[in-house]
């Protein structure tokens, strides 16, 4: 019979096997797709490819009216206009996650907010890429300009934004109509948040974010796996 965790296990651990070779099979605007061959723990080996990521920070904004700023934005790989938060990529590696989370939130829908904290994190799609994501909870809203040098991209510069109420989405969600990763979960922790000890227990903007420090342990290993190949 499994065990039962106790309460301090129920976390995720950091854990890296051996690789014995790291190849770039594509690189890309943003990503690249690599191959690794790994040894397991019972002296065997793997190969995995996945997506190298850079990471990424997203947005639930919540005005004084109950209502959350949204997004619709095209989608090429899914072939479909979805409702989604503010949202972006992180600059660099080293790049503050709040300052990008506030860049993002003036360059997608135009706004500022005095009150930040963190909703979720979470690896969008563990088994297949290395993107972790950040999703704040936004209040305290204001009108603000887009960041100096900004200018819109292809899909950016079709976006609309708009506002929904809080219980629309959640009731969309639930029955499907809303999928967007960001959207999900940052909606669905609000609730959780919202119903329990309340939002102002969340934890603060400048939480640490474990994954973000695996994420680069393990990038600098894979460099030197390469740079020894080479």
């Known amino acids: ?7 301090h296990e129920v976390a995720d651990q950091p854990e890296s096997w051996p690789v ?12 690249e797709f690599v191959d690794d061959e790994v040894s397991t723990p019972d002296g065997m080996s793997m190969r995995r490819q996945y997506t190298a990521h850079p990471g990424a920070v ?10 959350v700023a949204v997004i619709r934005q095209y989608r ?14 992180l600059d660099s590696p080293d790049e503050d996650f709040l300052t990008a989370a506030q860049r993002e939130l003036a360059e997608e829908a135009g706004l500022a907010a005095a009150d930040w904290r963190v909703l979720v994190d979470l690896f969008t799609s563990p088994g297949g890429s290395q993107e972790s994501l950040r999703i704040y909870l936004a ?4 009108e603000a300009p887009a960041p100096d040098g900004f200018v819109a991209e292809p899909e ?7 506002w929904a109420a809080r219980s629309d989405l959640v009731t969309a969600i639930l029955a499907g109509r809303v999928q967007n990763p960001t959207m999900v979960s940052g909606i669905l922790a609000l609730e959780v948040a ?5 939002l102002d227990s969340l934890r603060p903007a400048d939480a640490p974010w474990p994954a973000r420090d695996a994420w680069a342990a393990q990038n600098s290993l894979l ?3 390469r740079g020894n190949a080479d």
């Open 76 to 89: 090429h790989p899914v072939a479909m206009s979805l409702v989604e938060p503010p949202a972006g990529l």
């Open 156 to 162: 950016e510069a079709q976006m609309e934004v708009a």
């Open 20 to 31: 014995t070779s790291h190849q770039v099979l594509a690189r890309g605007a943003v990503a």
């Open 1 to 7: 019979m499994a065990r039962q965790l106790a309460a």
């Open 223 to 225: 460099a030197a796996v």
């Open 58 to 67: 997203g947005v639930v904004v919540l005005d004084d009216a109950d209502r």
């Open 194 to 198: 919202r119903l329990g000890d309340g």
């Open 139 to 142: 209040r305290g809203i204001s």
